[in-house]
């Protein structure tokens, strides 16, 4: 089973940039296709992109489109996520799992505020 | 988008009951790409069912799920009460992949 750890996050304000890593260990990364899912404080997961195991498909949610770009390193075991111009409903929770959901790791806090 | 709501909101049961919780989708999912987590507060969301059917590793056989199309369901057969958990339904099958706003289970 894949174990998962993510880094990152940070109280940053608005306009700010941040990247989140996703350290994987355990067995092969590269099997895997990939997802980040972020969860607000009070609200539900939600989910915000995917990867490909090779790194070559990925998709966005609508609402951050243009602003957050995944990608991954199989060589070292890491999944990003580039995330900028920080807006204040981006604080949440973020976690990495494995696009079936299967692995989470335990998240990293992105607060944006002035 | 496929926009997938979960009944009820919440449920409040008494230990030993059958609980059913519903995910309907707002278009037809691929059952092998629906998946139930069951989240405890604090903790990331945990894989109970995936490909509508599938346990996941660990997850007590009290727990089924079924269904196809547009709806779908995930039925605990005798509730315990380390089940009292928000639990949620995503569709990882045409992107964005979705998830419902959850059915909260509480124990009486």
């Known amino acids: 089973e894949i174990q998962l750890v993510e880094s990152g996050g940070d109280l940053v304000q608005p306009g700010r940039s941040l990247r989140l890593s996703c350290a994987a260990s355990g067995v092969m990364f590269s099997s895997y296709a990939m997802s980040w899912v972020r969860q607000a404080p009070g609200k539900g997961p939600e989910w915000v992109s995917s990867?490909?195991?090779?790194?070559?498909?990925?998709y966005y949610a609508d609402s951050v489109t243009g602003r957050f770009t995944i990608s991954r390193d199989n060589s070292k075991d890491k999944l990003y996520l580039q995330i900028n111009n920080l807006r204040a409903d981006d604080t949440a929770i973020y976690y990495c799992?494995?696009?079936?959901?299967?692995?989470w790791g335990p998240g990293t806090v992105v607060a944006v505020s002035s | 988008e496929i926009v997938l709501t979960q009944s009820p909101g919440t449920l409040s049961l008494s230990p030993g009951e059958r609980v059913t919780l519903s995910c309907r989708a707002s278009q037809s999912v691929n059952s092998r790409h629906l998946a139930w987590y069951q989240q405890k507060f604090g903790q990331a969301p945990r894989l109970v069912m995936s490909g509508a059917f599938s346990r996941a590793t660990g997850v007590p056989d009290r727990f089924s799920g079924s269904g196809s199309g547009t709806d779908f369901t995930l039925t605990i057969s005798r509730l315990e009460p380390e089940d009292s958990a928000v639990y949620y339904c995503?569709?990882?099958?045409?992107?964005?992949?979705?998830f419902g706003l959850g059915t909260r289970v509480e124990i009486k």
């Open positions: 990867i490909s195991e090779s790194g070559h498909v990925t």
């Open positions: 799992s494995t696009l079936i959901g299967s692995s």
């Open positions: 995503q569709q990882y099958g045409i992107p964005p992949y979705t």
